[in-house]
């Protein structure tokens, strides 16, 4: 069983910054992939970022320029720092570990929201 703690959402003012964070916890597969999804009413679960223990990243091209995705192996954390916070940002933020095959493991999700 793996737990993830997420925390770091909150208001923001456009043009502004956050700094999400999760830490996995419980029988963690040594090899795996943490990412970010963001979701929004309406509109269906999306990656953002994600991250390998090898620190192979991706970005979505909707935050690609305006954030970094950055993780701690012996903590089994993961970041990820956003500027230039768009309204269109908004949205719940969850996030995931993918370890073995068929292990696929969610975080509560932490909201973010950007006004004008």
């Known amino acids: 069983q793996v737990q993830l703690v997420e925390s770091g959402g909150g208001l923001a003012r456009a043009g502004g910054s956050l700094r999400l964070s999760c830490k996995a916890s419980g029988r963690i597969v040594g090899i795996n992939v943490m990412g970010w999804y963001r979701q929004s009413p309406g509109r269906m679960r999306d990656l953002v970022a994600d991250?390998?223990?090898?620190?192979?990243?991706f970005y979505a091209d909707t935050i690609k320029g305006r954030a970094t995705i950055s993780r701690d192996n012996a903590l089994n954390t993961i970041y990820l720092q956003m500027g230039s916070l768009k309204p269109e940002d908004t949205g719940v933020y969850y996030c995931?570990?993918?370890?073995?095959?068929?292990?696929?493991?969610w975080g509560q999700g932490t909201q973010v929201t950007v006004s004008s």
């Open positions: 995931n570990l993918k370890g073995k095959p068929g292990e696929d493991y």
């Open positions: 991250i390998s223990t090898a620190g192979d990243t």
